[in-house]
């Protein structure tokens, strides 16, 4: 027998599935970050293996692909599927990372900069969301959601370039373990910003 290729519509509530899971994970990291990561936390445990729990159970939410269309729409949602594979790698170092922290503590400038990049990240999923969400009802306003995703972006990289010269002066060039692990997690939060762009990139005109 055979399959019957996904129609448009669903391939979007698929991908919207997967954006709203990786939404919710992106909640969780970006609460985190947006306080110091060596300061106690005992829910942080929980919080993490929950986190872990739900990039497992992301593996079995890509069994679509085997009904996606053998074209040119394929090849658009396979390039979508791997940064989205590409965020859920991301996510699994950052929470590493944030264990290695244990009881280290970020100065002020660090604390500021994951706050600012976790927060626009996390705005970044809720607009790509919206976007999934409205583009078939409503095309220009999911249009607006996905230039918000590719503006967040362009912030992120600007506050980047500011934060490393703030890091620089107020660290005279050192570079503790925990500097370095603070510049790894930034890293990947703007790994995942670029890959939420190029998604947004590619569904806008889908």
């Not at 939404?23 to 829910?43: F, M, N, Y």
């Not at 500011?162 to 930034?186: N, P």
Request: proline share 1%.
């Amino acid at each position: 027998m055979t399959t019957r290729d996904l129609a448009r519509t669903e391939i979007l509530s698929y991908l919207s599935d997967i954006v709203s899971q990786l939404s919710d994970i992106s909640e969780v990291v970006s609460a985190k970050l947006c306080r110091e990561c060596g300061v106690e936390d005992p829910e942080w445990s929980d919080k993490r293996e929950r986190i872990l729990d739900r990039l497992k159970d992301l593996v079995s939410r890509y069994a679509f692909s085997d009904r996606l269309p053998q074209d040119e729409t394929g090849v658009l949602v396979l390039s979508v599927i791997s940064h989205l594979l590409r965020i859920e790698y991301s996510f699994s170092l950052v929470v590493v990372m944030i264990d290695m922290i244990r009881g280290g503590s970020f100065q002020e400038v660090y604390m500021d900069s994951l706050s600012a990049i976790a927060s626009k990240v996390n705005s970044q999923f809720k607009a790509l969301g919206t976007a999934l969400a409205s583009t078939v009802e409503d095309p220009e306003s999911a249009t607006e959601s996905y230039q918000a995703v590719m503006r967040l972006e362009r912030e992120i990289d600007e506050d980047n370039i500011v934060i490393c010269r703030q890091v620089s002066v107020a660290t005279g060039g050192d570079s503790t373990f925990v500097c370095y692990i603070m510049r790894k997690i930034v890293s990947e939060m703007e790994h995942i910003s670029d890959s939420l762009k190029e998604i947004a990139e590619v569904l806008i005109d889908y």
